[in-house]
């Protein structure tokens, strides 16, 4: 029975990866779920390959699916990279309370101060500014911030939570900061434009 259950999970392993290649520069979408399936039917208990399929569903728009996969995914192994990606499927569905919680669970686990952790702030973040509640969106940015001053993400995101409440100069200030670090950033140069047209 051992033997068969390592000959399933090389098996799977393979699977996995000829996924991975199938979703490589989103090459063959259907393909890659058809190979992560099947990496699953072969290894149930195969972290990778609901973590993977997760992220293929999410790319194709199919939050359900991919919400399933990421929880499989944690409930076997708990780590800051799924449960962050569970918070971004569930925030594509609306549904922010839980997304914030899973965020929240996700920055339990490492430091907040770390690229992940900026990552999983900025995503907390942005669940916030969409649930309508700007002041837990500000401090969630202000921690990115605090960990990394120069953070594009950090300085744009703060610019918009400042547009949100009607303070244009902190707005404009935010946007112009994140503009030194990224000439070019699209969504903070439109930003800018309306906060100068208000």
Request: positive net charge.
């Amino acid at each position: 029975a051992g033997a068969n259950a390592e000959a399933g999970s090389r098996a799977a392993h393979s699977w996995v990866q000829l996924g991975l290649l199938f979703a490589e520069d989103n090459r063959d979408l259907k393909q890659a779920i058809l190979a992560l399936e099947q990496a699953i039917l072969l290894d149930p208990n195969n972290v990778d390959g609901h973590s993977k399929l997760g992220h293929v569903l999410y790319s194709m728009r199919q939050y359900e699916r991919s919400v399933k996969e990421y929880q499989m995914a944690v409930s076997l192994r708990p780590n800051r990279a799924d449960l962050n990606n569970l918070g971004l499927s569930l925030a594509a569905m609306k549904q922010h309370k839980e997304a914030a919680k899973t965020y929240i669970s996700a920055l339990k686990m490492g430091s907040a101060n770390d690229k992940t952790g900026q990552s999983i702030n900025l995503n907390l973040g942005n669940c916030y500014m969409d649930a309508g509640r700007l002041q837990s969106a500000k401090r969630a940015f202000q921690k990115v911030l605090k960990a990394d001053p120069a953070s594009v993400g950090g300085l744009y995101s703060l610019g918009r939570v400042q547009m949100a409440q009607g303070n244009l100069t902190s707005a404009i200030d935010f946007f112009q900061a994140a503009l030194q670090h990224h000439p070019s950033l699209e969504p903070a140069l439109r930003q800018l434009g309306h906060a100068f047209r208000r």
